[in-house]
């Protein structure tokens, strides 16, 4: 059974200067709305893994149930892009049309399936990718900086800092910051660090 279990929006933010770097483009900030359909339980490694090769149909049979979530309208026309948040590939979703937006914004969604396999198409192709894929970040060292940095205890369990200031997530290795990454996207209780990670991470290559 497939199940929304959370549907959210997210104001983009406007381009600007900082750190000697731009945040983003005023043509990705003014691009049509995308909405991003997250897997719930799915964790960061098989974000990687799977990323490439998403059910996409079976994503766009919820449409009509997330667009009323949403509020957005039902004839809402949607197109599956690989390259939906970014170039790379990795972030995946929905390029949506026709919807009248006072503010540049995206979409989320959350579901969950009890019978089905929602993280990836089932086809031989796609299973022989994600082995390629983990493998070569095996043979890298990235999985092994991951599964290090799942022992890791992270101070508070939340992006923040013992005074309640954002962490430095730029000074951090790759591994410390994909466990403080993953523990801020998990608790879903700061909306604020969560977009600060994100932030980080679409700097690190890693999601759009």
Known sequence: MLTITETSKSERTSPSYKKGYMTSTWRSYNAKPRLYIHVEGENIMENILFRNNRPSKI????LPEIFEALGLPLD?????????????GCSPG?????????VPCDFWATI?????????????????????????????????????????????GTGRGDKGNLRNFRQMS?????????????????????????????RRGAVS
């Open 59 to 62: 994503y766009k049979s919820l």
């Open 174 to 202: 790759d591994s410390k910051f994909f466990a403080v990454f993953s523990a801020v996207i998990d608790e879903e209780t700061d909306n604020e660090a969560i977009e600060a990670v994100r932030a980080e991470a679409r």
């Open 76 to 88: 809402t026309k949607a197109s599956w892009s690989r390259t939906a948040g970014c170039t790379c």
């Open 94 to 102: 929905f390029v949506l049309s026709g919807v009248n937006v006072s």
């Open 112 to 156: 969950t399936s009890t019978e089905e396999n929602i993280k990836v198409v089932d086809t031989d192709d796609a299973k022989m990718e994600a082995l390629q894929r983990f493998e070569a970040l095996k043979s890298q060292g990235i999985v092994a900086a991951m599964e290090s940095a799942a022992t890791e205890t992270i101070a508070n």
